[in-house]
């Protein structure tokens, strides 16, 4: 099956700073990314979906000035954390899917978010 | 809105005891049904999937699950367990029509002891 890579897998950061993820299609072209938060015990809560070139599109509730989704090439969507706090920390899972299969899914490793 | 349910939150079996995981969705249009499984510390994985015809799909590693339409359910099956699928297993399911979203299920961790 085709490769999501998501870097890092895990960081720690101080409160009030930003932190970036970065989620990669590494065999194929995926015009369409898609952030997921989870929280433990919990189902994969679904943040936003990112189109290549234009605005992402954020579920209800989500702050999208909080969590900045850049996709700027079919290969790249990144995320941001902007001004973390300690709530923010959570396990985030990006999807993506190809362009010859559209409703299959493939997953990157997930990013542990710490904020202290 | 959308959901989809999982019974069961942790399921301890025996190896080559059979599995039957419950999944149920709320949406009445078509869908297009979907299990993955998260191995420890490994991606999330396609199991298998439903868009039509056969009721009754097979997956990889021995995995089955059917398609029930008028109960709103696709339970994942698997007649003998080994120790090697200890994991967590998802339910998700897509609204045809609804954007492409995954709408996934609280998840089912499977121990399955020596």
């Known amino acids: 099956g085709a490769v999501v890579s998501q870097h890092p897998s895990w960081v720690i950061c101080k409160s009030g700073t930003s932190v970036k993820i970065e989620c990669r299609s590494l065999d194929f072209q995926a015009t369409t990314m898609f952030w997921y938060r989870q929280f433990p015990k919990q189902s994969l809560m679904l943040m936003a979906t990112s189109n290549e070139g234009s605005k992402a599109t954020y579920e209800q509730g989500v702050e999208k000035d909080k969590f900045l989704i850049n996709h700027a090439s079919l290969t790249l969507s990144t995320l941001t954390v902007t001004s973390a706090h300690p709530e923010d920390s959570s396990f985030y899972i990006c999807?993506?899917?190809?362009?010859?299969?559209?409703?299959?899914?493939?997953f990157g490793q997930g990013t542990r978010l710490t904020v202290v | 809105a959308q959901s989809v349910s999982q019974h069961n939150h942790h399921v301890i079996l025996s190896e080559a005891a059979s599995l039957e995981l419950g999944c149920n969705y709320s949406y009445g249009g078509t869908v297009n049904l979907f299990w993955y499984v998260q191995y420890p510390g490994q991606h999330l994985q396609l199991l298998l999937k439903?868009?039509?015809?056969?009721?009754l799909v097979k997956g990889i590693k021995g995995f089955e699950a059917e398609f029930i339409k008028s109960k709103f359910s696709f339970n994942l099956r698997k007649p003998s367990v080994q120790w090697s699928d200890t994991a967590e297993y998802f339910c998700?399911?897509?609204?045809?029509?609804?954007?492409?979203?995954?709408?996934f299920g609280t998840g089912t961790q499977l121990k399955v002891e020596l």
């Open positions: 998700a399911v897509i609204r045809t029509g609804g954007g492409n979203k995954l709408t």
């Open positions: 999807s993506a899917r190809t362009n010859r299969d559209r409703d299959e899914a493939f």
């Open positions: 439903y868009f039509s015809g056969d009721p």
